[in-house]
Every structure is written in structure tokens, then in C-alpha cells.
Nanobody, 124 residues
Framework: EVQLVESGGGLVQAGGSLRLSCAAS????????IGWFRQAPGKKREGVSC????????HYADSVKGRFTISSDNAKNTVYLQMNSLKPEDTAVYYC?????????????????WGQGTQVTVSS
């Protein structure tokens, strides 16, 4: 059974940092791309970042470039999203998602497997 479990969300002041984790199981980690998405109330789910199974390729949304860093630890089957210089507009539920082929990292429809999400709230 495929499982993706996010953790690390919380409440932080603007300018602060958080590190999200996505622990994966039930599939060959090296063969899957992992993406991070976020969804704020009343808004569409937005692609934030993605990393290839090998960890050699990463993508970022323009809104987070230079502030967020995605990485993976293949020995632990875990992907991380380090979020620095957080802004109130980063407030959302953050989800990780996985699929073996992801032509467009920011399209939620490209991903088959999803975690349950973790809340990130940035206060001003």
C-alpha cells in the first residue's frame, strides 16, 4: 500500500522557517518523483516544488524560488521542503504527492498518490 505522510507544519511568524517532511512507503522511492503542493482556503491547489526520484532534478514555482529548497534522503525514503523567509501568503495546507512520470510538476492531475496534508500558518 502506497503511503505518503507529511509532517513539520505549524505556526510561524513572517520571516521565519519551517521544514516539512514527506515520508514515503509502498513503492520504489528512486523510481518516483515527489512533488509539494499547497492549497489555501478558496484557492486552487498550487504546485510548489518537485524532485526526481534520483534527486538530481528539482523544480520550483516562481513564488518560492530562492526561499524554498527541496531535497531527498533516499535511504530514508523521505523528501524535505525547507521553507525560509516565510510570508503570510505562504499560509496553506501543504501536500506531498508522488508519481512515476510527471511531465509537468505543477499539475496536480499528474500525480496518483497523495498525503493527507499538513497546515502551515504564517502570521504577519
Amino acid at each position: 500500500e502506497v503511503q505518503l505522510v507529511e509532517s513539520g507544519g505549524g505556526l510561524v511568524q513572517a520571516g521565519g522557517s519551517l521544514r516539512l517532511s514527506c515520508a514515503a512507503s509502498g513503492f520504489t522511492f528512486d523510481d518516483y518523483a515527489i512533488g509539494w503542493f499547497r492549497q489555501a482556503p478558496g484557492k486552487k491547489r498550487e504546485g510548489v516544488s518537485c524532485i526526481s526520484g534520483s534527486g538530481s532534478t528539482t523544480h520550483y514555482a516562481d513564488s518560492v524560488k530562492g526561499r524554498f529548497t527541496i531535497s531527498s534522503d533516499n535511504a530514508k525514503n523521505t523528501v524535505y521542503l525547507q521553507m525560509n523567509s516565510l510570508k503570510p501568503e505562504d499560509t496553506a495546507v501543504y501536500y506531498c504527492a508522488a508519481d512515476s512520470i510527471v511531465p509537468e510538476f505543477s499539475d496536480p492531475a499528474q500525480y496518483t498518490y497523495w498525503g493527507q496534508g499538513t497546515q502551515v500558518t504564517v502570521s504577519s
